[in-house]
């Protein structure tokens, strides 16, 4: 049974940085496309970030520059940095793991970004 769980999310100042964990079990990390997403209120869930089996990053244009993707194998744990936030920024965080062509989503953590 594939489990995602985030955590990480909270309060923080615009400019200021958190530090979001997605812990995986059920799977490899080191051999699934894992990703981040997030939905704001109102708004339909987007795509952030990506780190497929070979360690290549993807962004999403919004935060380039600004969040880095990056995996722990012995962990089994992904990590999106975010610096220099923004009000903008504010959502709930999903972590995602594309497996075998089945998604599956953790419950999500919420960043609130004050201005």
């Known amino acids: 049974q594939v489990q995602l769980v985030e955590s990480g999310g909270g309060l923080v100042q615009a400019g200021g940085s958190l530090r979001l964990s997605c812990a995986a079990s059920?799977?490899?990390?080191?051999?699934?496309?894992l990703r981040w997403y997030r939905q704001a209120p109102g708004k339909q869930r987007e795509w952030v970030a990506g780190?497929?089996?070979?360690?290549?990053?993807f962004y999403a244009d919004s935060v380039k520059g600004r969040f880095t993707i990056s995996r722990d194998n012995a962990k089994n744990t992904v990590y999106l940095q975010m610096n220099s936030l923004k009000p903008e920024d504010t959502a709930v965080y999903y972590c995602?793991?594309?497996?075998?062509?089945?998604?599956?989503w953790g419950q999500g953590t919420q960043v609130t970004v004050s201005s």
């Open positions: 059920g799977i490899i990390i080191s051999i699934n496309t």
């Open positions: 995602n793991a594309l497996v075998v062509g089945s998604d599956y």
């Open positions: 780190i497929n089996s070979g360690r290549a990053t």
